[in-house]
């Protein structure tokens, strides 16, 4: 996950609120419902020591979401009475939450807005394509294609001999599934979408995907039911959970192997607070692997005004020079710190058992792949 969109939450001095709330559901009660999860939201930041600015803030933001249809949800990051940030959500939280502490609580994003594949999806067939592009805040058209219009089914009308209706017949299809495949490698090339698929029957499908440039074969899936089907959402929804998973399971067999010592007996990741706390002060995290599960992902560290000025204990900031400091939870500090640096972070979560092993690794559920050993 790329986390540049967090770059305004480490601008300002915290403390922070930090808000997850659900929008899944719709019914006539829901304006309602929401109208008392928002005072129930802004009295637990109030209870936690929010001054009564932000919680109104954050009571108002909430308000406005009353008659909201987003399909998930959203995060609401807020100080000094203003809403800093507040990012739709790609997938419902685990009901409503709300968090005051020095730092933006912004662990839970890595599974809540992180790896949300970008799909297109192309509905084919003889004549052309319809293209949509799908991701979990919703879909919108992204363009059509029309092949030529030639006959492309024989006809009781035919006044040509079989064999030349037939050649016609192949070769206008050659055409437009030629079309289809530029305009849809076209298509990905703007949209960046991670996953091209593929709807309609088994050949036409086929013909397409033979004609794709070679670059854009892994990421073609070709849906077993067509348009219209109502199993057809529920294949979309599988190949964008197996491309979270994959996603996962490359970055964790990445860190496994970058664990074991090189040749010069150093390794290229770590993990464990005390070694990442290390990493993230010299700036060498390259990538932050994160398991949310693990012990140490709410462990507790020190930070300082600084996002490279953390460390295990509080004694240990004097050393360095901090004079002022502040107890965080070490997934958000590191977060922070991989901000401030460019390195973006991934939720390992998805993974599947037999990848994650040795006691479901990272260790504590915080690791890192670091930029030089």
């Not at 928002?38 to 954050?58: K, P």
């Not at 070490?330 to 390195?343: C, E, F, K, M, Q």
Request: aromatic letters at 4%; glycine letters at 6%; proline letters at 6%.
């Amino acid at each position: 996950m790329d986390l540049a969109f967090l770059h305004p939450l480490y601008e300002h001095p915290g403390p922070w609120a930090s808000v997850y709330v659900d929008t899944s559901r719709h019914t006539e009660d829901t304006p309602h419902e929401r109208h008392l999860a928002a005072l129930a939201l802004s009295g637990e930041l109030s209870r936690q020591g929010a001054d009564e600015e932000t919680c109104r803030a954050v009571q108002e933001a909430l308000e406005e979401l009353r008659h909201s249809s987003e399909p998930h949800g959203r995060a609401l990051f807020a100080r000094a009475g203003e809403v800093v940030l507040d990012p739709p959500l790609a997938r419902a939280p685990d009901g409503d939450s709300a968090y005051w502490a020095p730092l933006p609580h912004t662990a839970p994003l890595l599974e809540l807005a992180g790896e949300d594949p970008v799909c297109i999806v192309a509905y084919i067939d003889r004549k052309g394509a319809d293209f949509e592009l799908r991701s979990a805040l919703g879909r919108r058209d992204a363009g059509t294609v029309a092949g030529r219009q030639y006959p492309v089914h024989r006809t009781s009308s035919a006044d040509w001999s079989e064999r030349h209706f037939q050649l016609r017949v192949e070769n206008t299809w050659e055409h437009n599934a030629a079309e289809i495949a530029d305009a849809l490698a076209v298509c990905q090339e703007e949209t960046r979408a991670d996953l091209l698929i593929l709807v309609g029957e088994q050949r036409e499908r086929r013909s397409v995907h033979e004609r794709l440039p070679k670059r854009l074969h892994e990421l073609v899936v070709e849906a077993s039911h067509g348009t219209g089907s109502r199993l057809l959402n529920e294949d979309v929804e599988r190949a964008r959970a197996e491309h979270v998973r994959q996603r996962a399971e490359r970055e964790l067999e990445r860190f496994l192997a970058a664990r074991e010592p090189g040749d010069d007996g150093r390794a290229a990741a770590v993990e464990g607070v005390p070694a990442l706390v290390e990493a993230a002060r010299e700036h060498r995290i390259d990538e932050l692997l994160i398991r949310p599960d693990g012990p140490d992902a709410h462990r507790e560290v020190w930070i300082g005004e600084d996002p490279d000025q953390l460390a295990v204990r509080r004694t240990d900031l004097k050393i360095l020079g901090e004079q002022h400091s502040w107890p965080a939870r070490a997934d958000d500090a590191l977060i922070r710190s991989a901000v401030a640096t460019g390195a973006p972070a991934i939720s390992v979560t998805a993974a599947a058992p037999e990848t994650r092993t040795e006691q479901e690794a990272p260790v504590g559920g915080l690791g890192a792949l670091l930029r030089w050993t």
